[in-house]
């Protein structure tokens, strides 16, 4: 089995829950990343693991091009509707893994990633990739949750990710996350703001359909859970930003 068939096998049964999804059509981090890519302008854009094209219908009027990569089919095939929506004429989707973009070196001018990246099996080769086809001076905004720096509540939240849905792989601490931008080779800037998203337990599960035993762990874990810990192991997104 390849390392992508998880997330291909969970995203590829639950795309329409995407398409309604609210915390992925609309949010505050969603307006920062159009307003960060507008900012530094460019003709071609490419979003990495578009999913259904959230990300890429707010940002691709601003690009002459603009590509969307996703690694499951399920979710492009309901990215062509999102996008014909919002009457997005100059995007295409394509399906690859985010570690081998089909796009030259150092052709691109901003790279996207949105809640994607804790899914990737190989977040360093995914972000070399993202070096590899950014030009000299392009930007990378990567948005995605991250775990708190006390060990006890990063295996916390990871584990109860991993209950609500199998292919997560991780969320990093913002200091990993900033390594790992940093260790393929761009400079990380880490956002002034870090924005909060209040999720209700039983519409993420119901997104991801988590089988009502793990559905029924992570009731129980939440339940447990001491208040200081619950309220600072939610799933805040981390805007963080770089260059190359
Ligand atoms: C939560 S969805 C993305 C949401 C989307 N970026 C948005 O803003 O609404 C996560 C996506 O990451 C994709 N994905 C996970 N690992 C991937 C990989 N290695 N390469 C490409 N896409 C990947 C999944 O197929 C899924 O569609």
């Known amino acids: 089995m ?6 291909q096998r969970q995203f590829g049964r639950i795309a329409a829950a ?5 915390t992925h059509a609309r949010g505050e981090d969603l307006d920062r990343i159009v307003t960060l890519a507008r900012e530094h302008g460019g003709d071609r854009i490419v979003d990495v693991g578009t999913g259904v094209g959230h990300t890429l219908r707010r940002v691709a009027p601003h690009f002459r091009g603009a590509l969307g990569v996703d ?4 979710m492009l095939e309901a990215g062509l509707a999102v996008l014909a929506g919002a009457s997005i004429a100059n995007a295409l989707l394509v399906q690859a893994d985010a570690r081998a973009l089909p796009v030259p070196s150092g052709s691109v001018d901003v790279v996207t990633s949105r809640l994607a990246a804790h899914h990737f099996a190989d977040a360093p080769a995914a972000f070399a990739e ?3 086809v950014l030009r000299p001076g392009g ?11 006390d060990p006890a509540l990063d295996r916390f939240i990871n584990e109860l990710e991993t209950l609500r849905d199998p292919s997560h792989v991780r969320n990093h601490t913002v200091a990993r996350w900033s390594a790992l931008v940093e260790g393929a080779g761009m400079r990380a800037v880490v956002d002034s703001d870090v924005l909060v998203t209040k999720l209700d337990t039983e519409s993420w599960m119901a997104r991801s359909r988590t089988p009502p035993d793990r ?11 001491s208040r200081g810990r619950s309220r600072r192991s939610g ?10």
């Open 2 to 7: 390849s390392d992508i068939e998880p997330v």
């Open 18 to 22: 995407y398409v309604e999804s609210a």
């Open 71 to 74: 690694a499951t089919r399920e």
């Open 130 to 132: 993202i070096g590899r």
């Open 139 to 149: 930007l990378f905004v990567l948005v995605d949750n991250y775990a708190p720096e």
């Open 215 to 225: 559905a029924a762990e992570v009731r129980r874990r939440l339940a447990g859970a």
């Open 235 to 244: 799933s805040p997104r981390q805007p963080s930003r770089s260059t190359s």
